[in-house]
């Protein structure tokens, strides 16, 4: 039995250099020492399951459950409900980029559907995005992250990211944290594509 | 102990081999859909709530996918068989304790009976009920187990890496051979 331990310890040592390679090559490969989750709070992770589902704790006006809004004041967000945020994109000052929008999810959900106008920023290869989104953060009034909505962090990572880069002030950021969920519920316009792409439906209540 | 008829111990090595050969691919597969989206998996692995270190955390979830991929393609190969097997068994383990303990905060935390959780454990084939995962888990630690036993060597480039090349892959299965793998 000796050999054989002996022989996995080698494979093992083998295939983390393996690993360690290959995740350095690939384009899709983690920063290892990179936070990928700003202001965590382990605790506060909701577990998995009907009862986190949007459909199923929908318990105040914001789209999204109370424990969700409780976590995000406790970190220094400031919340939008879904009335707000649909006040804010028929607010004129959204016509002239003082308002944004700000979708943190990646390209895939991106494509297939997005708040009208809104910017990109996937938190999780802002080198890809922080250059298109900075020069819009800095003119803005106000900034409305939001991402799937439901059990979705990505909105809230994506703002204490942006907040703590100093990308954009803690005043003018608001996390919607119905997200895409809530907004394709209430049946406002969704653009599909890239940003300004002009192909905008309809939301499915 | 009388020894197996020469009939049945080919279609035991044959068996072992086609063991080898799926728990391979099953390992390849399962580590290329979490290699080609190591952030869905970074966020999966981080909701057991077993590392809280950002180093750590991004290590296992950028490493695993692609440990598991080399496991199994040296399983596939037929190189250090006995070795990569062992690897896939100190994964399968932890990580099977580490999704039965999460499905069972759930059914805690929701009053759901067990064999209806359902979600994605990050084990690479999306949302699945739980129950049958453990079931499938238990299926390959079992035939991990099994190629620890030294048979099938056939079809394979190098069965042992610590051995003398005469130990490398016989075609057919010999009574000789035989004895040799008990050795």
Same mark, same amino acid.
């Given at each position: 039995?000796?050999?054989?331990?002996?022989e996995?310890?080698?494979?093992?040592?083998?295939?983390?250099?393996?690993?360690f390679?290959?995740?350095?090559?690939?384009?899709h490969?983690?920063?290892?020492?990179?936070n990928?989750?700003?202001?965590?709070?382990?605790?506060? +992770?909701?577990?998995?399951g009907?009862?986190?589902?949007l459909?199923?704790?929908?318990?105040?006006?914001?789209?999204?459950?109370?424990?969700?809004?409780?976590?995000l004041?406790?970190?220094?967000l400031?919340?939008?409900?879904?009335?707000?945020?649909?006040?804010?994109f028929?607010?004129?000052?959204f *016509?002239?980029?003082?308002?944004i929008?700000?979708?943190?999810?990646?390209?895939? +959900?991106?494509?297939?559907?997005?708040?009208?106008?809104?910017? *990109?920023f996937d938190?999780? +290869?802002?080198?890809?995005?922080?250059?298109?989104i900075?020069?819009a953060?800095?003119?803005?009034? *106000?900034?409305?992250?939001?991402?799937?909505?439901?059990?979705?962090?990505?909105?809230e +990572?994506?703002?204490?990211?942006?907040r703590?880069?100093g990308?954009?002030?803690?005043?003018?950021?608001f996390?919607y944290?119905?997200?895409?969920?809530?907004?394709?519920?209430?049946g406002?316009?969704v653009?599909?594509?890239s940003?300004?792409?002009? *192909?905008i439906?309809?939301?499915?209540? | 102990?009388?020894?197996?008829?020469?009939?049945?111990? %080919? $279609?035991?090595?044959?068996?072992?081999?086609?063991a080898?050969?799926f728990?391979?691919?099953?390992?390849?597969?399962?580590?290329?859909?979490?290699?080609v989206?190591?952030?869905?998996?970074?966020?999966l692995?981080?909701?057991?709530?077993?590392?809280?270190?950002?180093?750590l955390?991004?290590?296992i979830?950028?490493?695993?996918?692609?440990?598991?991929?080399?496991?199994g393609?040296?399983?596939?190969?037929?190189?250090?068989?006995?070795?990569?097997?062992?690897?896939?068994? $100190?994964?399968?383990v932890?990580f099977?304790?580490?999704?039965l303990?999460?499905?069972?905060?759930?059914?805690a935390?929701?009053g759901?009976?067990?064999? $209806?959780?359902?979600?994605d454990?990050?084990?690479?084939?999306?949302?699945?009920?739980?129950?049958?995962?453990?079931? =499938?888990?238990?299926? %390959?630690?079992?035939?991990?187990?099994?190629?620890?036993?030294?048979?099938?060597r056939?079809?394979?480039a190098?069965f042992?890496?610590?051995?003398?090349?005469?130990? $490398?892959?016989?075609?057919?299965?010999?009574?000789s051979?035989?004895? =040799?793998y008990?050795?």
């Amino acid at each position: 039995m000796k050999k054989p331990l002996l022989e996995a310890l080698l494979v093992a040592l083998t295939a983390a250099l393996f690993a360690f390679a290959a995740n350095a090559l690939s384009p899709h490969g983690l920063k290892l020492g990179r936070n990928y989750f700003p202001g965590d709070t382990i605790e506060a +992770h909701p577990l998995p399951g009907p009862a986190n589902h949007l459909t199923a704790t929908v318990t105040n006006a914001s789209g999204a459950s109370d424990a969700v809004v409780a976590r995000l004041r406790e970190k220094g967000l400031q919340v939008v409900d879904s009335a707000q945020a649909e006040s804010l994109f028929q607010d004129p000052r959204f *016509q002239q980029d003082s308002i944004i929008f700000i979708d943190a999810r990646n390209d895939e +959900h991106f494509q297939e559907g997005h708040i009208p106008r809104a910017y *990109q920023f996937d938190h999780y +290869h802002p080198e890809t995005y922080l250059a298109a989104i900075l020069p819009a953060c800095q003119r803005a009034e *106000q900034i409305v992250v939001y991402c799937n909505g439901g059990d979705c962090e990505d909105s809230e +990572h994506a703002a204490i990211s942006l907040r703590d880069s100093g990308a954009a002030a803690k005043e003018k950021l608001f996390v919607y944290p119905g997200g895409i969920k809530d907004w394709e519920a209430s049946g406002r316009p969704v653009e599909t594509g890239s940003r300004g792409s002009g *192909q905008i439906h309809k939301g499915k209540p | 102990m009388t020894a197996s008829p020469p009939r049945v111990r %080919l $279609a035991l090595d044959i068996a072992t081999v086609l063991a080898r050969w799926f728990l391979g691919i099953v390992f390849i597969y399962m580590g290329m859909q979490k290699a080609v989206d190591p952030v869905t998996f970074l966020k999966l692995v981080r909701q057991y709530e077993f590392v809280k270190n950002p180093l750590l955390l991004n290590t296992i979830a950028s490493t695993l996918p692609w440990f598991e991929i080399f496991c199994g393609l040296m399983l596939v190969a037929g190189v250090a068989v006995r070795g990569a097997a062992i690897n896939l068994i $100190a994964m399968l383990v932890p990580f099977s304790l580490l999704v039965l303990r999460r499905a069972l905060a759930i059914a805690a935390t929701q009053g759901t009976p067990f064999c $209806a959780i359902k979600f994605d454990c990050g084990c690479g084939g999306g949302e699945v009920v739980i129950c049958h995962k453990l079931i =499938e888990n238990s299926g %390959l630690l079992i035939l991990a187990c099994w190629l620890l036993t030294g048979r099938g060597r056939q079809l394979s480039a190098r069965f042992s890496l610590l051995k003398p090349a005469s130990d $490398a892959p016989t075609p057919v299965s010999t009574p000789s051979a035989t004895a =040799e793998y008990r050795g």
